[in-house]
């Protein structure tokens, strides 16, 4: 085997591991901390991708950066606040039952507006090129999409862990009534968490579409493989939701060499492995 092949794919690893640190870290949020089952994770990592489609083409990539976790964050909000919070109350099987029904929706709603045909952006003029790492070369545009994942993974972890709001937000997942008490609407508040959720998602996907391109059901694999990362990583776990990605990513990325047809088995075969040694994830609490 090549060391040339393996460190490409190693990089390649690691670019799709904070993609899948990007959008668990958002489903880590809502599923790990607010308890909100949202099955229609990956339905918001599309829509981010077709808004940005649409950012991009009247106004550039920068702005589509912007314009995608803000939309789609918006929406969010929006479902949250009249659907989902509302259906608490009746347990969890109906916010399943909701979400699921919500990714066909939101499917059927980007092949309304957009069309039900794939479509592709060139990457940003800015970004082509590679640089050369010794005996590889490497795109510009993977290397600022890492770090750009990195950067809004390290701002949304100082943000629960060293802000006021983010205390506020832990507070009020341990103990909601007592936050009530001294005079914040937790309720509200958890409703504009579930709206960065994903908002995270969202930008996710701005990001790789100009590698990957869009199409309607493009959510549909990161889905299963987000809730993989979470189940790694450990249940409300952030820290565990971005090394689970980043390995999910490795696992993948390298068995596309050893052996291709079993690349996402194995994320499935590595899953299961940590389950039976650490049922509570690699970062999760009993």
Known sequence: MEPSLVAIEILNGIVLGVIYALVAAGLTLIFGMLDIPNFAHGAFYA????VAYTAMTHAGFPLALVAAPLV???VGVVIDALFIRRLARAGHTYQILFTLGLVLI???GIAIV???DPLSVEIPHALTGGIALGFISFPYYRLFLVAVAALLIALVWLVL?????GAIIRAGIEDP?????????VQRLFTIVFGAGVGLAAIAGALVLPLRGGQPAMGNELNALSFVVVVIGGLGSFAGAV?????VG????LMSIVFPAADEVAIFVAMAVVLLLRPQGLFGRR
């Open 47 to 50: 829509l981010g991708a077709y």
């Open 250 to 253: 490795l696992v993948q990325s």
């Open 106 to 108: 939101v499917q059927e």
């Open 114 to 116: 957009w069309g039900p």
């Open 72 to 74: 789609v964050g918006g």
């Open 243 to 247: 090394v689970g990605g980043i390995l």
């Open 161 to 165: 862990e060293g802000t006021k709001l």
């Open 177 to 185: 009534e007592m936050v009530d008490a001294i005079g914040y609407d």
